[in-house]
């Protein structure tokens, strides 16, 4: 009799089958468990602009040029970005995105509005940004920080509080910079990506464009950020540490800005209507120069802290110039007549000098005491008393030192003489005016509504880099309250826009 074989796993493959099947499960619920926590770390690493202006200088959107470039340094990231009539009022209040930046026109109502839509949102007291997935929010509008008008410095710094709070808010308490503010945003990512703080980046990138370009709004920088560590926080996936998200029992917001001292203007510029006819003496160099470029270098050694600086302003002074002339002497060996060419400032009688200074916000901006944390100190780079625009040399001093030093500089190797066939008087002050305000009023007649009528605000004498390589020529400059730049050569009188 045969009898028939089992068809029944013997007992070892069954534990062995058993033992699988305690695996697989656990490892789908592990899986299960796991998918909520990585759609919660990707929404928590979002960056989203929004463009609500017409200002797109050599079409360059500030919002964009931050959103590409934290998304270009950690593609972790998702992205989002929307100008013109692609943004609505909701996009101003949305807590959505981890890091946002808004572009648009303010006023010290807290209102932000734009030219390149109809849309318009109201900042209010009792507005929150907290409790959501925003941690940084940076705000290129005039006035959103000003202690001034309504004060809506106070409730911006309100809306931070709370159960997952802000972190940090970025922007100005005057004037928002216009066709500067591209430039500021590529600033900002670039300091950021050393793993510098977003607040710390966020002044330096202001100030670079303040001392390295001229243009004036971007000096009205203001940062709030809460009184602990997470002021010093970096985006997620940048350099740096991130510190804890503060919690709804951090109710102590710090601001920080920047304060010119001296207010004194150099004696080839002025920075007032009233004032302008002074230039009118000016005797305008009749020759160009030939120049070589010696050095550009950025050197940042320690963070924009919040420790009240006992150094007086003598004191930065002199910790600037020995910096200085010690970045000269280690160039010395491969730049020949570097140290020559930047020793004159150190007679320089009227250097540009400021502070960085912090107050802890209050509801009545009247009560808030700034104390200084760091002073500034800048030269340009003159020759004959008139500057080469763009060089200088700027440092940021604390009691540790020279934490920041940002140096761009030519050395002048020679006069260029004009013929007296290409001409034979040069451009004066009025008559280069007259050329900037005709330009300037045709141009501002095509503004839209919500632009105020444009005005000079600024006028300077500057050798400026010609289309030639290596030629500067006189010229002068005027700067404008919507940030326009004419510049009328005093050669041949043409005139151009920067």
Partial sequence: MVTSKSHS?????????????????????????????????????????????????QGYSDAKIVVDGVYAKDSAYSKNYKEGYDVSQSDFFSKNHTIKYWSSHGSSAGYVYGDANDVSAQMTSSTKFSG??????????????????????????????????????????????????????????????????????????NLNVYTEHGY?????????????????????????????????????????????????????????????????????????????????????????????????????????????????????????????????????????TGSIVMAEVKEKSSQEVEVPIAHVVSY???????????????????DTGVIYGNYKWHEVIGIVPVSTAENLTTVDFQTALNQAQAFIQAHSSAQSAYVDACEITRAALVFSPSQTDGIYTPTWVFDTTDEQRVLVDCITGSLSEA
């Avoid at 697989?24 to 929404?43: G, M």
């Fill in 9 to 57: 796993p013997p007992n070892d493959i069954l534990r062995r089958n058993n033992h699988d099947k305690k695996v697989i499960t656990f490892a789908l619920l592990l899986a299960i468990i796991a998918l909520p926590f990585v759609q919660v770390n990707a929404a928590g690493k979002t960056v989203a602009g929004f463009k609500n202006n017409s200002y797109a200088s």
């Fill in 132 to 205: 959501g997935n925003l941690e940084f929010l940076f705000l290129c509008a005039c006035y959103q920080l000003t202690g001034d008008g309504s004060n809506p410095r106070a409730w911006y710094a309100n809306s931070m509080i709370g159960n997952n709070a802000v972190r940090v808010i970025c922007g100005y308490h005057e004037q928002a910079p216009k066709k500067s503010d591209y430039m500021v945003a590529e600033e900002f990512i670039t300091t950021a990506k050393t793993g510098e703080s977003v607040k710390s980046s966020w002044m330096i990138a």
């Fill in 380 to 398: 340009d780079n003159t020759y004959n008393g008139v500057p080469l625009l763009g060089d200088t040399f700027t440092t940021i001093i604390d």
């Fill in 216 to 352: 004036t709004a971007p000096k009205d920088f203001l940062a709030l950020t809460h009184n602990n560590n997470s002021q010093y926080s970096r985006f997620e996936g940048f350099p740096g540490n991130t510190y804890s998200r503060p919690g709804s029992s951090s109710t102590s917001i710090l601001r920080f800005s920047y304060v010119n001292q001296s207010g004194t203007n150099q004696p080839y510029s002025s920075g007032s209507s009233d004032a302008f006819t002074s230039l009118n003496s000016i005797v305008v160099p009749s020759y160009r120069i030939q120049v070589r470029p010696l050095a550009t270098k950025t050197d940042i050694s320690g963070e924009i802290g919040h420790t009240a600086i006992t150094m007086d302003s003598d004191e930065a002074l002199h910790a600037s110039q020995e910096w200085l002339f010690a970045q000269a002497n280690s160039m010395a060996s491969t730049l020949d007549g570097i140290t020559s060419s930047i020793s004159p400032i150190a007679s320089n009688p009227v250097p540009s």
